[in-house]
Nanobody, 126 residues
Framework: QGQLVESGGGSVQTGGSLRLACTVS????????MAWFRQLPENEREAVAG???????LYADSVKGRFTVSRDSASNILYLQMDNLKPEDTSMYYCAADLRPDTAYNWYETPRYKVWGQGTRVTVTS
């Protein structure tokens, strides 16, 4: 099904910006659904933003108005523009994707996605 490779993480001060990229390799078609997650304590992952099977963008309440998800279908890249970053945004960010248009899971649930990247770390200092 291909691989997902995240990039763009780093360390910024509060109020700063970063743009993450998720590049698809080894798979010539576009995934039906794609999303960004971040790691929480106790090994859980929180959905941050993504596209559903109808192309609608979806966001967690905690990032609405600050983060913007977009995709370049021609290059098969998913982006996450993160503005006005806060210390609580510090985490490992993961890209996730799936070929199935519909499942029993919602977009914010990890079992919705079969393909995951290795993550890129974002650190926001105060």
């Amino acid at each position: 099904q291909g691989q997902l490779v995240e990039s763009g993480g780093g360390s910024v001060q509060t109020g700063g910006s970063l743009r993450l990229a998720c590049t698809v390799s080894g798979y010539p078609r576009n995934y039906v659904v794609m999303a960004w997650f971040r790691q929480l304590p106790e090994n859980e992952r929180e959905a941050v933003a993504g596209f559903n099977s109808r192309g609608k963008t979806l966001y967690a309440d905690s990032v609405k108005g600050r983060f913007t998800v977009s995709r370049d279908s021609a290059s098969n890249i998913l982006y996450l523009q993160m503005d006005n970053l806060k210390p609580e945004d510090t985490s490992m960010y993961y890209c996730a994707a799936d070929l199935r248009p519909d499942t029993a899971y919602n977009w914010y649930e990890t079992p919705r996605y079969k393909v995951w990247g290795q993550g890129t770390r974002v650190t926001v200092t105060s």
